[in-house]
Protein backbone atom coordinates (compact mmCIF):
# COMPACT_ATOMS: atom_id res chain seq x y z
CA UNK A 1 0.00 0.00 0.00
CA UNK A 2 1.51 3.29 -1.00
CA UNK A 3 0.12 6.57 0.61
CA UNK A 4 -0.92 9.73 -0.76
CA UNK A 5 0.66 13.03 0.46
CA UNK A 6 -2.18 13.88 2.68
CA UNK A 7 -1.73 10.37 4.48
CA UNK A 8 1.88 10.98 5.54
CA UNK A 9 1.21 14.05 6.66
CA UNK A 10 -1.29 12.60 9.36
CA UNK A 11 1.13 10.00 9.95
CA UNK A 12 4.19 11.89 10.80
CA UNK A 13 1.87 14.47 12.41
CA UNK A 14 1.13 11.94 14.50
CA UNK A 15 4.63 10.62 15.17
CA UNK A 16 5.62 13.71 15.97
CA UNK A 17 2.82 14.71 18.35
CA UNK A 18 3.58 11.51 20.14
CA UNK A 19 7.31 12.32 20.59
CA UNK A 20 6.39 15.63 22.16
CA UNK A 21 4.50 13.60 24.41
CA UNK A 22 7.37 11.44 25.33
CA UNK A 23 9.42 14.03 25.80
CA UNK A 24 7.20 16.73 28.19
CA UNK A 25 5.10 13.53 29.72
CA UNK A 26 2.42 14.52 32.58
CA UNK A 27 3.95 14.76 36.48
CA UNK A 28 2.43 13.85 39.61
CA UNK A 29 3.64 15.39 42.43
CA UNK A 30 2.59 13.90 45.93
CA UNK A 31 3.07 14.95 49.83
CA UNK A 32 1.53 14.45 53.12
CA UNK A 33 -0.99 17.87 54.37
CA UNK A 34 -1.94 17.49 57.71
CA UNK A 35 -1.27 13.46 57.89
CA UNK A 36 -3.63 12.91 54.57
CA UNK A 37 -1.67 11.49 51.64
CA UNK A 38 -2.07 14.31 48.71
CA UNK A 39 -1.40 14.15 45.05
CA UNK A 40 -1.94 16.63 42.37
CA UNK A 41 -1.05 17.16 38.75
CA UNK A 42 2.48 18.33 38.15
CA UNK A 43 1.80 20.29 34.57
CA UNK A 44 4.01 19.07 31.70
CA UNK A 45 7.63 18.98 32.27
CA UNK A 46 10.28 17.97 29.94
CA UNK A 47 11.68 14.47 30.54
CA UNK A 48 15.22 15.58 31.19
CA UNK A 49 14.34 17.57 34.21
CA UNK A 50 12.18 17.47 37.17
CA UNK A 51 9.55 19.89 38.08
CA UNK A 52 10.37 22.56 40.31
CA UNK A 53 7.89 21.69 43.64
CA UNK A 54 7.17 24.90 44.49
CA UNK A 55 9.87 26.09 47.04
CA UNK A 56 10.53 24.89 50.75
CA UNK A 57 6.97 25.88 52.33
CA UNK A 58 5.13 23.25 49.56
CA UNK A 59 4.41 20.08 51.36
CA UNK A 60 4.64 18.33 47.83
CA UNK A 61 7.31 16.77 45.97
CA UNK A 62 7.50 15.44 42.79
CA UNK A 63 7.34 12.12 42.10
CA UNK A 64 6.92 10.34 38.97
CA UNK A 65 5.40 10.32 35.87
CA UNK A 66 2.15 9.93 35.23
CA UNK A 67 2.36 6.58 32.99
CA UNK A 68 -1.32 5.94 32.54
CA UNK A 69 -2.20 9.33 31.27
CA UNK A 70 0.45 9.83 28.82
CA UNK A 71 -0.79 5.77 27.79
CA UNK A 72 -4.18 7.17 27.06
CA UNK A 73 -2.98 10.56 24.99
CA UNK A 74 -0.91 8.39 23.50
CA UNK A 75 -3.74 6.00 22.69
CA UNK A 76 -6.18 8.99 21.53
CA UNK A 77 -3.52 10.58 19.07
CA UNK A 78 -2.84 6.97 17.47
CA UNK A 79 -6.62 6.48 17.08
CA UNK A 80 -6.93 10.21 15.60
CA UNK A 81 -4.19 9.34 13.56
CA UNK A 82 -5.16 6.16 12.14
CA UNK A 83 -8.80 7.62 11.25
CA UNK A 84 -7.52 10.02 9.35
CA UNK A 85 -5.00 8.06 7.36
CA UNK A 86 -8.01 5.60 6.57
CA UNK A 87 -10.03 8.41 5.99
CA UNK A 88 -7.73 10.31 3.27
CA UNK A 89 -6.88 6.94 1.69
CA UNK A 90 -8.11 7.07 -2.06
CA UNK A 91 -9.20 4.52 -4.47
CA UNK A 92 -7.99 4.19 -7.87
Not at 22 to 38: A, K, Y
Not at 53 to 58: D, F
Not at 59 to 83: A, E, M, N, R, Y
Request: proline share 4%; aromatic share 10%; hydrophobic share 45%.
Amino acid sequence: MTMNKKQLIALWAGIIIISLMGIFPPWIMEGNNSGVQVYSLAKYHCILTRPYSGGEQSTLSVHHIDIPKLIIQWFIVGLICTGLVITFHKTE
